[in-house]
């Protein structure tokens, strides 16, 4: 029997293995329950008493080694396996696929680049604001039920500081510092603390205009606007005004453009209406021009804001909100090779 444990020790110290498999094999062999280092110890039943202790011992000492070597094979394979995914700089770099640009972020720059054409300029300002530009000086007295309207998230426990609830706060630092005429159009990031849903958020982004000058009208006004629909929609779009209220505007207006999927015919995108909500607008109202100090007896002028989500879910068919957030990359790269 010691010439048994002696040939396996042997046969162990001579095994080199290439792979985890082969590895495995040699474990099973030698350490598995039915392999050669259990039978040596089921044949040592039969061992005579004068030999159970050196026989015991040699077996114990075999089994340690058979232990040790396979671990000493496992490290070689690490090591190998390690210096094999050592990186070749000689070798070509992986393809890496070119992102697209965020739906949210094509449609601004389209919006954008429309109201550039007619001579609008670009305007941004902050998202962490001061009551007077995001409420007071926009017609929207203290305890005024309007203010109702925009669920606010305040930044700190003085009210008067608060994160935008609309980009009109940058439009009241245009009209604080600039001299009319004054054409602007003011993109941005607002937030409102309302449940978020497929079709509301606390956080989204808007892109208001404001035009004041002398002898600007309600015409210039819905001119401008269908202009807009017919370049961002197609040029058979139509546009119907309806009477609303905003503070910082009156006359107000919600605006509709006909429905490009249907053309005005009725459909589920639509409701059956014909037309699809994109925005609201109207005259600014003279105290809004005094309150930045403007003249309103001299200038008049007109203002209108659009939720750039809104107009996204329209131009390209989407019906929850909340996917413009998730950066999921199937959503993501549907939107690859738009402008």
Known sequence: MLERIKELQKEIEERIVKSAEELEEVRIKYLSKKGEISRLMDDFRNVSADQKKEIG????????????????????????????????????????????????SIIKNEILEIFKRLGFVISEGPEIEDDWHVFSALNFPEEHPARDMQDTFFITRNPDILLRTHTSSVQVHDMETMQPPIRTVTPGRVFRNEAISYRAHCMFHQIEGLYIDENVSFADLKQTLLYFARELFGEKSEIRMRPSYFPFTEPSAEVDVSCSICGGKGCNVCKYSGWLEILGCGMVDPNVLEASGIDSKKYTGFAFGMGIERIAMLKYGINDLRLYFENDVRFLNQFEGAN
């Not at 040790?68 to 070749?88: H, M, P, R, W, Y």
């Open 57 to 104: 011992a040699a077996i114990n000492t075999l089994k340690n080694f058979a232990l040790d070597k396979i671990s000493l094979l496992k490290e070689g394979l690490a090591e190998q396996t390690a210096e094999t995914k050592k990186l070749d700089l000689t070798l070509p770099g992986d393809p890496m696929k070119a992102g697209t640009r965020h739906p949210i």
